[in-house]
């Protein structure tokens, strides 16, 4: 079992920045890949970034050039440093982890909202 617990969100203005924490507890040397994801009032859930076990990571054209996700695999965390952040950025963030061995995403956490002022 691995449990996952968001943090860092809040209120900050169009053009502000904000640091995203997911730390991971449990069976984490089971964790692969980790991954952001966001969701809008009335909107799908979508990807923000992902990052594997050996560092690589993906983007949505969205947050491109102005986010960055990093593991600190000391502390069993993941961050997602978010800059240059616009009022469509709004959203609740969700921090999820995929296990090896497996397909999809199993487990999540409870999210974390960000809301950006124009």
């Known amino acids: 079992q691995v449990q996952l617990v968001e943090s860092g969100g809040g209120t900050v203005q169009a053009g502000g920045s904000l640091r995203l924490s997911c730390a991971a507890s449990?069976?984490?040397?089971?964790?692969?890949?980790m991954g952001w994801y966001r969701q809008a009032p009335g909107k799908q859930r979508e990807l923000v970034a992902t990052i594997t076990s050996a560092g690589r990571t993906n983007y949505a054209d969205s947050v491109k050039g102005r986010s960055t996700i990093f593991r600190d695999n000391a502390k069993n965390t993941v961050f997602l440093q978010m800059n240059s952040l616009k009022p469509e950025d709004t959203a609740v963030y969700y921090c999820a982890a995929n296990f090896y061995g497996a397909t999809g995403w199993g487990t999540w956490g409870q999210g974390t909202q960000v809301t950006v002022s124009s």
């Open positions: 449990g069976s984490i040397f089971s964790i692969n890949t």
